[in-house]
C-alpha cells in the first residue's frame, strides 16, 4: 500500500492536469503547436489496416430503424446496462451507433478538418473506433475497425476466445465479455498535437466524452443497451487492437447489447453491496 504523502502527490497531479495548462506558466506560454510553425498537418482518419477484400460495407437507411425520437424520453430512460441478451444486433442498428458516434457528415476546407456527429475540439477529432463484434447479424465475430469516410468496417482478426480477450482487455470485467459488440476508442495523439500541443490531451478526454454520451442516446433510441467503461488494460487492448500503445493508445471503451425487461432483477443484483452496507 502507498504511503499517505504519496498518494496524496498522485492525486494533486490528476487535479493539476486537469486545471490544464495555465497560460501563465512558461513553459505553456513559449509553446508553439506544430499547426502555429506551419508543418504538415497529419491525416484526418487512419488508413485502412487491411485490404479491401477484409471490408464491409455498412447500411445507411436508418429511416428503416424503429428509433425513438423523444429525446425528453431517451434521457429519462438512459442508463448503464451491464446484463445482456444472446440476441444479434442488426447490421443496420451497429452503423446506426457508429455513425452517431464517430460518422463523418462533411469536412471543412479541401483536407482541413472533418465534421462529424459530435463536437471536437479545433475538429481535430483524434479517435479511432475498433469493434469486438460477437452477436452482430452479417459480420463475423471477430476485431473490426471502423472506416468512417466509407462508412465501413475492416475485419482485422479473429480470436479463438472473443469473450476472455475482451474480459481481459477491459481490466477483468466479466459481464463485458457478454455484450454483442464491444466499441473501443483510440487516440491517435498527434492528429490533436498538431493544433494544441501541450493542451490536446486534457481536451481529448473531454471529447470523449461526446463520444460516449453520443453513442449512449443512439443505443438507447434502439432500445439497446450500453456501459462506459474506463478500466482498460493497456497492454492487452492494444494487442487485441492492433495498435502500437504510443502514438496511438486506448482511451474508452463501451460494450453494446440486446436486453429485455426481465433482466432488471439481474441488472440489480450487480449493486447488492449498496442496501448490505447500507450507504
Avoid at 47 to 73: H, I, Q, S, T
Amino acid at each position: 500500500m502507498l504511503q499517505k504523502d504519496v498518494q496524496d502527490r498522485l492525486i494533486r497531479e490528476g487535479r493539476d492536469f486537469m486545471k490544464g495548462n495555465r497560460l501563465t506558466d512558461p513553459y505553456a506560454a513559449d509553446f508553439e503547436s506544430d499547426q502555429v510553425r506551419r508543418l504538415p498537418q497529419p491525416p484526418l482518419c487512419k488508413a485502412p489496416m487491411r485490404g479491401e477484400e477484409a471490408r464491409v460495407k455498412l447500411p445507411m437507411d436508418f429511416e428503416n430503424l424503429a428509433l425513438d425520437g423523444d429525446l425528453l424520453e431517451l434521457l429519462k430512460r438512459r442508463k448503464s446496462h451491464r446484463v445482456y441478451t444472446e440476441e444479434n444486433l442488426s447490421l443496420l442498428q451497429l452503423s446506426f451507433l457508429l455513425w452517431a458516434s464517430q460518422g463523418i457528415k462533411g469536412r471543412r476546407g479541401k483536407a482541413y478538418a472533418t465534421l462529424r456527429t459530435v463536437p471536437s475540439g479545433g475538429a481535430r477529432h483524434a479517435f479511432e473506433t475498433y469493434l469486438a463484434v460477437r452477436h452482430v447479424e452479417g459480420l463475423n465475430p471477430g476485431i473490426y475497425h471502423y472506416l468512417p469516410e466509407e462508412n465501413a468496417v475492416e475485419l482485422l482478426h479473429t480470436e479463438d476466445n472473443l469473450e476472455e480477450a475482451v474480459i481481459e482487455s477491459l481490466a477483468g470485467q466479466k459481464w463485458a465479455g457478454k455484450a454483442s459488440a464491444v466499441f473501443y476508442w483510440s487516440m491517435v495523439a498527434y492528429r490533436a498535437e498538431w493544433r494544441y500541443g501541450i493542451y490536446a490531451h486534457r481536451v481529448a478526454l473531454i471529447d470523449a466524452g461526446h463520444v460516449g454520451e453520443n453513442l449512449m442516446l443512439a443505443a438507447e433510441a434502439e432500445k439497446v443497451g450500453s456501459c462506459a467503461v474506463a478500466a482498460i488494460s493497456h497492454e492487452a487492448c492494444c494487442k487485441l487492437l492492433e495498435i502500437d500503445g504510443e502514438e496511438e493508445f486506448p482511451i474508452y471503451a463501451m460494450p453494446v447489447g440486446t436486453v429485455k425487461p426481465e433482466d432488471q432483477a439481474a441488472e440489480q443484483e450487480i449493486y447488492r453491496f449498496v442496501k448490505e452496507q447500507d450507504l
